[in-house]
């Protein structure tokens, strides 16, 4: 995280803050609060106060709410000491509090949705580069779950990868005898015949592509508990609770990470 802190500060300071430097006297103190202007839940606090921290280790950070819990608002943070340095880190540290809790809240929304069902909301790869594990601390942070962290932890054969064998079976049956001991094996089924063809194979978890409520009430009743069922593709809020009616066991859901809106924070400075 210091890395992509130190990369995001010199991509807006660069090599000094012309404005504050100009305008506030270097010996001016402050003390700045960050609220929270629309419900939501807050994820991302160990980053914002590391901006802080990496400006100046003088400036005294106190978290006034705990993360992975739905507000209406309030108080998240303050944040007091020099000055320049608070104004220095103030847009970077909003960019990923912001950012970040509004993953969270967009996760929380899911779950909330399915709630009753037993049914678990998964993130995807389909991350902001650089800031996957942040990404994912606070989808967990909202009440989801992590899916695979990368290409290295897990095999999640594609339809790309069946493009390039002879089916879903074949490809189930080398992913087995060539995954490392603990390491899950699960493969996307666009169809049901795939799903047929994956099962056959010993398949212990399957990934069910865009298919709609109706596939996928089949596919649950083919599947008889052995596999676990996973639907993923185009879910929304609208649909996420048709989804987890028919019986799966996780929906993953990209936009928890490409399409979550900003929390609308602001950060307010008064001198010391």
Known sequence: MQELIDRALAEDLGAHDLTSEAVVPSAARARAVIDQRSEGTIAGLRAAESVFRRLDPALRWHARVEEGRWRDGGLVAEV?????????????????????????????????????????????????????????????????????????DA????????????????????????????????????????????????????????????????????NVGRAVLEASG?????????????????ISVGALTHSAPALDLGLTLEPL
């Open 234 to 250: 185009g879910v929304t809020l609208a649909s996420v609770r048709e989804i987890a009616e028919t019986g799966i066991d996780r």
């Open 80 to 152: 007091a000491g020099p000055a320049r340095a608070i104004l220095a880190g103030e847009r970077v540290a909003l960019n990923f509090l912001q950012h970040l809790s509004g993953v969270a809240s967009l996760t929380a929304r899911f779950v909330a949705a399915v709630d009753g069902t037993g049914v678990r909301i998964l993130d995807t790869r389909k991350t902001t580069p650089g800031l996957r594990a942040l990404e994912k601390e606070a989808v967990l942070a909202g009440g989801g779950h992590s899916h695979r962290a990368g290409l290295f």
């Open 155 to 222: 095999l999640l054969i594609k339809d790309n990868h069946l493009a390039l064998t002879d089916g879903a079976g074949e490809a189930v049956a080398r992913a087995l005898a060539a995954a490392p001991a603990g390491v899950e094996v699960q493969v996307e089924c666009a169809t049901l015949a795939q799903v047929e063809e994956a099962l056959a194979a010993g398949a212990g978890s399957i990934l069910l592509d865009n298919m709609g409520a109706p596939e996928l009430r089949l596919a649950v009743e083919r």
